[in-house]
């Protein structure tokens, strides 16, 4: 089941819909480099390509970070 949560990205709110996994990981990364998990997703939109969508961009990032 996916689970959605609102982040602020270039002044607006969005929502982000992931597994709980994925959450979890972005956590543990996040903490791992002293950053919010709002600020982890926040780099991510910052770097990904306009045609991929931000939940895609979060699954790519967590499964390269975590291989």
Sequence with gaps: MLEKRSVSLLGHRTSV???????????????KEGVTVAGLV???????????????ALRVFVLKEVT
């Design 17 to 31: 819909a992931l597994e709980p996994e994925f959450w979890a990981a972005l956590g543990r990364l996040a903490e």
């Design 42 to 56: 926040r780099r991510v939109d910052e770097t990904r390509q306009a045609s991929q969508a931000l939940a895609s």
